[in-house]
C-alpha cells in the first residue's frame, strides 16, 4: 500500500499501538554515540551531542545519563512524509489530556513517545481522536 496524505483516511487509519518496553533519551558525544548506535531505535545530531532513543535497560547497562522514562505509541498506518496535519492532531488529543509528546517521523509511520505513566491515558486519547 502506498504512503497516505489525506489526513482524514490518517486519522481513522492510525490504529496506534503501544510498543513493549520502556524508552529513554540520551544525549551523548559523537565519539561516545558510536558505540551505542547499533542498539538506538533513533539518533539525531544536533551541535550539543548525539540524541539517541535506547531501551531504558540499555542505558542502564551501560550507565549512561537519561532523561524520563518513555513508552512508544506507532500510528501503524502508512503516512506520508509529506502528509499535512497528523502531527498537529495527535499533538491536540494529547494535549487535551494533559499528555506531553515527542513525535518521530520515519519512512512508514510516525511514532509518539510520551512519559511511561501516561502510556495507557495516551493510547485512550488516540483512539478517540480517530473519526468513526
Known sequence: MSAIRDLD?????????????????????????KEHI???????RETEGVTLILERTHAERAGLAFGPLMRCI???????LE??????????????????????????????????EDAQRALLALKEAAPV
Open 38 to 44: 547499533g542498539l538506538a531505535l533513533c539518533l539525531f
Open 74 to 80: 506507532t500510528l501503524t498506518v502508512h503516512s506520508a
Open 9 to 33: 483516511i490518517l486519522l481513522r487509519e492510525m490504529r496506534p499501538a503501544l510498543r513493549d518496553g520502556d524508552y529513554v533519551f540520551c544525549c551523548l558525544p559523537p565519539q561516545e554515540a
Open 83 to 116: 502528509a499535512v496535519g497528523l502531527t498537529a492532531a495527535v499533538s491536540a488529543a494529547l494535549t487535551r489530556h494533559g499528555i506531553s509528546a515527542n513525535v518521530v517521523a520515519a519512512y512508514h509511520h510516525d511514532h509518539i513517545f510520551v512519559p511511561a
